[in-house]
């Protein structure tokens, strides 16, 4: 089935990162639109896109996009549709759905207009009235945004930033894509060192670490569309020995994490250990206050405590203004970090080289970025 319409969703502001990582993978065929990202390719671009992206919310398979202002024409032109070319006869296949600026907004009357004509498109080709639904899940979403409706399906499952590597985590965990996207913003090297100050259950440098070490995200999961005839079995095999051989176990790296919780520490490195990558981060108890380190050159990346989540708001603003005099010290490093916060800058007392707006959950957040001066090229 080669051509077919693939689309990687992602968080607000991170369209151009996974847009990155997919030309890294070879899928040069790349549109970026707010939200998600569509990419031409094959069935084993379903195996590769969801083992190895490391920013993406999920992989869905487009069925078809059209106009409809009528719950007439949503539902005719749905039929119309190949699901049959997809779907088996006995999967199961619920309908999700969400409408923004349309005439059809009604979702739950679109979910149902969907479910409709799919079963009426898959009992042409299957020649039955009845559809037990106990085999493989295909999860549909209807996608209606000014009238233009998206049919997808989708390939992932569980969301891509359920690495299966968390045990545990803090009051307000960041995401692990979101963690892997500000590693890569960063533009971090793997001979670079860095250091998360706030790492909290371990996210930032356990994401830096599999980066660092190039273990695919996805290597110790699985995924709906495994379940699906449309892919053989040998593809799935094929791409996963592919993240086996690219992995890079043995590569030293100098990735710390610090936070002023033991709690916490304990619960990163057990964290650590069930992502594979324990050896390649040191994590050590220890207040902000005292960040330290006698390395000359490397990245602070961090996701330190905000109002709309933790602590006071009086205890933020004197957090940020510390940071501010205790990263002064590290004159020669870049750092970026993570904030709700609109004021940061002037409690930090630095305007940041570059700002980024991203979206933490449905709280907006800014990414600031400091650069501190290039090292020197080694000989």
């Known amino acids: 089935m080669p051509g077919i319409d693939l689309i990687a969703t992602a968080t607000f502001g991170l369209e151009a990162i996974v847009a ?3 030309k890294e993978l070879g899928y040069d065929r790349v549109t970026v639109e707010n939200g998600r990202v569509q990419f031409k390719a094959d069935e084993m671009a379903i195996c590769r896109s969801n083992l190895w992206l490391r920013s993406a919310d999920r992989v869905r398979l487009k069925v ?3 106009q409809a202002t009528t719950f007439d024409e ?11 070319d997809i779907i088996p006869s006995g999967a199961v296949f619920p309908v999700d759905g969400k409408s923004v600026q349309s005439t059809l907004f009604s979702i739950s009357d ?23 639904e106990e085999g493989p899940l295909y999860r549909v979403e209807v996608s209606i945004l000014k009238d233009a409706a998206t049919l997808t399906i989708d390939t992932s499952g569980a969301g891509l930033h359920k690495r299966g590597y968390r045990v545990s985590g803090s009051r307000a965990p960041l995401r692990e894509n979101l963690a892997a996207a500000l590693v890569l913003i960063s533009r971090w090297q793997p001979e670079t060192s860095l250091i998360d100050p706030f790492c909290g259950s371990g ?7 599999m980066i660092g070490l190039n273990i695919a995200p996805g290597m110790n999961r699985n995924f709906a569309a495994e ?6 079995k040998e593809l799935w095999h094929e791409a996963r020995r592919e993240t086996h051989d690219r992995a890079d176990f043995g590569r030293e790296l100098d990735i710390t994490g610090t936070d002023i ?22 994590f050590q108890a220890r207040p902000f206050a005292e960040l330290s380190t006698k390395k000359k050159y490397g990245k602070v990346i961090c996701n330190p405590p905000y109002g709309e989540r933790l602590g006071s708001r009086d205890d933020i603003d004197k957090l940020y203004k510390i940071m501010g005099k205790a990263l002064k010290k590290l004159d020669t490093w ?19 080289s570059k700002r980024r707006k991203l979206y933490h959950g449905n709280i907006k957040v800014h990414f600031y970025q400091y650069f501190g001066p290039r090292p020197p090229r080694r000989t």
């Open 203 to 209: 996210t930032i440098p356990i994401e830096a670490a």
């Open 64 to 66: 078809g996009e059209f």
């Open 261 to 282: 919780s033991d709690e916490m520490i304990k619960t990163a490195r057990n964290n650590a250990v069930e992502a594979g990558v324990e050896d390649a981060i040191h």
């Open 334 to 352: 870049s750092y970026y970090i993570l904030t709700a916060s609109e004021n940061f800058e002037t409690l930090f007392g630095k305007k940041a």
């Open 20 to 22: 990155s990582e997919l």
């Open 227 to 232: 379940d699906w005839p449309l892919i053989p």
């Open 110 to 132: 679109c979910q149902a207009i969907v479910k409709k004509a799919i079963v009426e498109s898959l009992k042409t080709r299957y020649k039955t009235n009845w559809f037990k």
């Open 74 to 84: 949503l539902f005719e032109k749905t039929k119309a549709l190949p699901w049959a």
